[in-house]
């Protein structure tokens, strides 16, 4: 069984109970990059 990017990146943010912003400070990047990547838009 194959797990997509976006569905890794979400289940491992909501195990820790990290928010997109959250998650997004941790990384340094955007929200709006958290929020593509679980969407499935941008893998980038």
């Known amino acids: 069984m194959e797990i997509k990017l976006a569905?890794?990146?979400r289940t491992f943010r909501k195990e820790r109970g990290l928010t997109q912003e959250q998650l997004a400070e941790?990384?340094?990047?955007?929200?709006?990059?958290?929020y593509k990547w679980e969407a499935g838009v941008s893998q980038s």
Request: hydrophobic share 60%; charged share 10%.
């Open 26 to 34: 941790v990384l340094g990047v955007t929200v709006g990059a958290v």
């Open 7 to 9: 569905e890794s990146i």
